[in-house]
Structure formats: C-alpha cells, structure tokens
C-alpha cells in the first residue's frame, strides 16, 4: 500500500449522472494531484493542490470539478461526462508541489461513461 | 514541441538477462528524471530519481543513466525476474510539475 486510497475503484456513469471520486491521503504530504490515464496515452495533469489551495488547473473542462477541503482529502465532483471521459482516474500527493518531490499514487478509479 | 518517446512495443526479455529501457526527450530540459512502475490496475510506484547533474544512480537490482546531451535516459534491470513484468514510466520534471511518457511494457519469461 502506498498511503494513497481511491474510491470508488470502479465507477460506471451515464452522461447525465453527477458522481464523485474521493482520495485520502495518510502520509502527513501537502501536494495532491489528479491525473487521467487513458489507455496508450500518457498521464495526464489535471490539478494541482498545495495547502488545499489550487495551484493548477491544466485546462480541464469545467465538467470535472476539483475540491480540496483539507491536505489529506481531494474529490473529483463529475457531472455531463462524455464518452470520451473514461479513463483511469489517478490521485497522487508529495510532500510538496515540487518537481524533485517523489509522488505517490493511489490504485485509481476506473471510469467508464455510457 | 515538447515530446517524451518511450517504445510503445513490449520488450520481451528472458529471465536472468538485463532489460534495458529508454527514455528520449526534446524540447525540455529538466532538472531531475523520475522512473515509476506501474502494474494493471495499479497506480505507478515511485523507483528512482536522478538529477541533471548524475550520470548514473543505481537501486539494488536498478540502474538508471540520464545523459542531458543526448537527452536520453536509460533505466536498466539487472539479472531480471518475471516479477519485474510490468509498465516502466519516466518522468521529467517540467516548471514545477512531472510530465510523463507514455511507458514501456517489460514482459520477462521463465
């Protein structure tokens, strides 16, 4: 285990459906991250967390809503997905935001949208 | 523009032999180079770290290169295991963040 948990680990939504991806982290770290894994395609930055602040948003359409309420916990609030949203949902956390900073990752959640 | 190219084919090795994996880069130049293994349905676990600075680090079984002229880096496993069967993911450090390259499938038979 690598002090990262997700769920759900597997999530199956339609495109009208609001649902929520939860991560926790219990390494005591500051930084947390979502990043999309889609298949044969690199991971992706989605946000950046410091503090609970956020420190970066690579774009990400607004149907993907991060929330951060403390440095352990980070939810992905999702609504009017489309299909080519499903993908490998990974959350990480490092002690800080930095580029030298390990990061440690969760198992993922598996999205699939209909 | 900026690219990460790892080889998308599996490398297909036998047991007891080193694997080698690569890890080429244009357009960036990064502080530090991370490699991560990654199992199915598992998120990547973090295994070394080598800075601009280091020409080699190595982690018992694990040995990584990184040469900023060539702007490649190679990540080589030892007397391999099929245990060591798995997705090998570099990273570049980037203006704060960690981008990553798409991963090289290593598959080791008995």
């Known amino acids: 285990e690598t002090g990262v948990t997700q769920t759900p680990r597997h999530l199956v939504m339609g495109m009208t459906n609001k649902k929520s991806l939860k991560c926790e982290q219990h390494?005591?770290?500051?930084?947390m991250y979502w990043y999309k894994q889609s298949a044969k395609k690199p991971l992706e930055l989605m946000f950046v967390?410091?503090?609970?602040?956020?420190?970066e948003n690579n774009s990400v359409p607004s149907r993907f809503s991060p929330e951060c309420p403390n440095s352990s916990h980070l939810f992905l609030h999702l609504h009017t997905l489309q299909p080519e949203d499903s993908a490998l949902y990974l959350c990480a956390s490092s002690q800080k935001p930095l580029e030298k900073e390990t990061q440690y990752f969760g198992p993922g959640t598996r999205l699939l949208v209909l | 523009s900026q690219k990460i190219e790892q080889n998308s084919e599996a490398l297909n090795i036998q047991e007891g032999k080193t694997a080698t994996l690569t890890c080429n880069y244009t357009?960036?130049?990064?502080?530090?180079l991370q490699w991560y293994r990654q199992d199915p349905g598992r998120g990547p676990v973090f295994l070394l770290l080598i800075r601009e600075n280091e020409k080699e680090k190595r982690k018992e079984r694990l040995k990584v290169t990184f040469d900023t002229t060539l702007k490649q880096s190679l990540f080589h496993i030892t007397a391999s295991q099929p245990a060591d069967s798995a997705t090998y993911l570099c990273a570049l450090s980037n203006t704060g963040k960690l981008i990553f390259g798409q991963g090289t499938t290593l598959q080791v038979k008995p």
């Open positions: 390494l005591g770290h500051n930084a």
């Open positions: 967390y410091n503090f609970k602040e956020q420190t």
């Open positions: 357009n960036y130049s990064p502080a530090y």
